[in-house]
């Protein structure tokens, strides 16, 4: 050995064992990656500009050229159950959010699995990364309970600055629902918003701060960033809309087309022969088909203007993410990022205007000029969440993909070929596994920190990000949905559609459609494929008995439910002051008596 290497005969004995062993050790593992989980509200498949929208979303379109772009991904049609599932990769009707709140059947009310808040039967992703050594941050919409044990700091954050409920106003301190109320939460103590607030602005530049003071610790971090936007009520600075103060002059139906040409152009979706534009376009709780061409010019005014606010709310956000994305670049911190950018559900068809006319007369303003304004109150309704959901059937709320498909993508450099795509049927629950994989920790076996949980149910899309797979459930794998009496079950190319309530008369019964030759639900199969239709409505069957599913009542309608549970709210939440309104009154009335009477005795 001196004479092959003689500079290696003079180092003492032991630092040529350990330069020897060296040379026999694997190469280091690669650090465990940061994570940015970016979550829009109410947002339709089609909306950003990779999935063949008008909007400008350069930083949402430069995530889909990094990273793999999805195009079969669903969600639930709601948005608390959508992110109880993203949380902890375990089936909403465990996990306390069977139903969302809003819209909660009188029945299924106080029952196990609908308590309306974050329970304690699992443990969420963001405290399995704090217990690796993740720090964790949150900035934006929770809407997973109020009660202390569900808030963001006891389920996994370290810091936090969270909206509690479904929505709020998003210029101030305002709740947008009859009954409503409008919380934001940071650390676990209630506080009151910055003169400057505007949803989107402020947080991103939470969750910047909360990065920017964790990063000298030298731990990875999981930051979540849950936007409001675009949920109702849309209101944007007047800069942003008046970039699009003619796009939408077109109305709905074209703007619909001009979508679905370029989605075929790009090749996101399969050019099938049939027309984004169909009559049979309802929603799951029957919307009539409204004519852009029926509209007078002014209601085509104020309609274009909607959309002009909705848009310029959805650049905002993107504007948002492309702040937080260049800070870590910045800072170094962007290369060993994974990001996922997604939306909790599909554009949203409902007019609240229409369910509670007189609260938001008295609340809000509603001239078409004030639309995205602080004070006033815009939703874009039917028409243009139509236009949202390109070109798949029915909104927000539905089991068909215009309420479950979304813009889904996962972008990290080194790890992901950029520009890369897939048309593999995922799910929400598969994005928890996902991201423990990635960080190399592991998932709980049924217990933690001494008690049971639930398991996650989800499956990894790892081996389908490295290139390493083309699906992420093989082709016997079932998934089964339900929300609000309606279902969906998907196996392989399948997809069963069906609903529990009476009170939707569109597109009653069963319908089954093989979504790789018709990804637009046009085609119902299930006359002519009796056995599968059978075998995957046993399948929701068995999912109601394993799950404990309590399903709503014949006449359960939705968005009645949402006027029934706004007054209980409201009744619940000023309890103490109606009653004493009620004494005071009480007292008044029998003042007005006695000096009556005392007037007739004089």
Sequence with gaps: MPALFPAM???P???????????????LAAPQPNILLIVADDMGFSDPGAYGGEINT???????????????FHVAATCSPTRSMLMTGVTNHLVGMGNMKEIMADNQKGQPGYESYLNDSVVTLPTLLQDAGYNTYM??????????????IARGFKHSFALMESGADNWEEKHYLPGGSATWIEDGKQVSLPEDFYSSFTYADKLISYIREGQDEGRPFFGYLAFQAVHAPHQVPEEYIDRYRKTYDAGWDTIRQQRYARQLQAGLLPDTGEQAVSDDWGTFYSTPYIAWDGLSDEEKAYRSRQMAVFAGM????DQSIGKV???LKDSGQYDNTLIIFMSDNGGESTVLREVAPLFYRLRYKTEQEALGAKGSYSEYGPGWAYASNTPFYSYKGSPFSGGMRVPFIVSQPGLIKAGSRSNSFGYVTDITPTLLAAAGVPAPAGEYRGR???EIMGTSMLALLQGK??????????????????????????????????AVPARQGMQLFNTRKDPLERHNLAAAMPEKTAQLYAAYEDYVKRYNVIEVPDDYRAWEQVKINGRENFIAEHRSALVAIALIILVILGLLVRLVARRRQG
């Excluded at 959805?314 to 956000?317: K, R, T, Y």
Aim: hydrophobic share 45%; no cysteine.
């Design 325 to 327: 994305i260049q800070y």
């Design 9 to 11: 005969a003079r180092l």
């Design 13 to 27: 004995r032991l630092t040529l064992i350990a330069g020897l062993a060296l040379l026999t050790l694997p190469a």
């Design 452 to 454: 049971k949980v639930h």
């Design 139 to 152: 900035a934006g919409k929770w809407h997973l309970g109020m009660r202390a044990e569900s808030q963001p």
């Design 58 to 72: 350069p930083n949402i379109d430069e995530l889909a050229a990094s990273g793999m772009q999805f195009t079969n």
């Design 469 to 502: 797979t083309e699906r992420i459930h093989d082709a016997q794998h079932i998934t089964v949905y339900e929300l609000a009496g309606g279902i969906a079950v998907w196996q392989g190319d399948y997809k069963l559609v069906t609903s529990k309530t009476r």
């Design 314 to 317: 959805a650049e905002a956000m």
